[in-house]
């Protein structure tokens, strides 16, 4: 696709239900990052992957979140037993194997649990 | 790992005026510096980046210098327009190819 596409854009749910959010890179990035930001607040590190690396999950908050990324390509993002302080926009962004070259955002998943 | 630290978190300045967002890094082996600009409900989007070989670059009113020595970059506005109101986000690429944010500004242009 021409950019990095998130799924779906809005996504209620009630709190202790698992929650997956998608990532869709722009082709041929081999760099992924997740991010969140909670209203009004910056950009929380979540996890990073690099290629075939292992992934950089440093910043995962609690063993509720985990990631994946199958074949080089789509990430998933797994809340499970959602919580209310989860409440905030996940954000995907790609970038090239070259390691001076831009990041480029999704338009995020707003996440709300009731 | 890398930290990056951002300042001011909020800045407001007169139409006409320049801002100044100052971000200081811990990884003296990072090499690539972005700016991104972010507007109410939207994606934060790339609007300068500087790589450690350079010390200054410049597009239109919109610069970035950036001291290795001292660890530290600056994003400079000039002629500050209402559209330039937004969040500010500094970042840094380290040796672990990971890309960390400052805190983010949010910069105030008043008419």
């Known amino acids: 696709g021409a950019g990095v596409s998130q799924s779906p854009s809005n996504k209620v749910t009630e709190k202790g239900k698992d929650v997956e959010l998608r990532c869709d890179p722009i082709?041929?990035?081999?760099?992924l990052y997740w991010y969140r930001q909670s209203l009004g607040q910056g950009l929380e590190f979540l996890i990073y992957?690099?290629?075939?690396?292992?992934?950089?999950k440093s910043g995962l908050p609690s063993d509720r979140f985990s990631a994946e990324r199958t074949g080089g390509s789509v990430s998933t993002l797994t809340i499970q037993r959602t919580q209310q302080e989860d409440s905030a926009v996940y954000l995907c962004?790609?970038?090239?194997?070259?390691?001076?070259?831009?990041?480029?955002f999704g338009q995020g998943t707003r996440l709300t649990v009731v | 790992g890398e930290n990056v630290e951002q300042h001011p978190s909020t800045l407001s300045v007169q139409e006409g005026d320049s801002a100044v967002i100052k971000c200081t890094y811990s990884?003296?082996?990072?090499?690539?510096f972005p700016w991104y600009k972010q507007e109410l409900g939207k994606r934060p989007q790339l609007i300068i980046d500087?790589?450690?070989?350079?010390g200054e670059k410049k597009d239109q009113r919109i610069a970035v210098t950036l001291n290795k020595t001292a660890k530290h970059f600056s994003l400079h506005i000039t002629e500050t327009q209402p559209e330039d109101s937004a969040v500010y986000f500094c970042?840094?690429?380290?040796?672990?190819?990971?890309?960390?944010f400052g805190t983010g500004t949010r910069l105030q242009v008043t008419l």
């Open positions: 500087i790589r450690s070989n350079v």
């Open positions: 970042a840094a690429r380290g040796t672990a190819s990971k890309l960390t």
């Open positions: 990884d003296s082996a990072s090499n690539y």
């Open positions: 992957f690099q290629g075939n690396s292992a992934p950089d």
């Open positions: 082709s041929g990035h081999t760099a």
């Open positions: 962004a790609s970038s090239t194997t070259t390691m001076n070259t831009e990041a480029f």
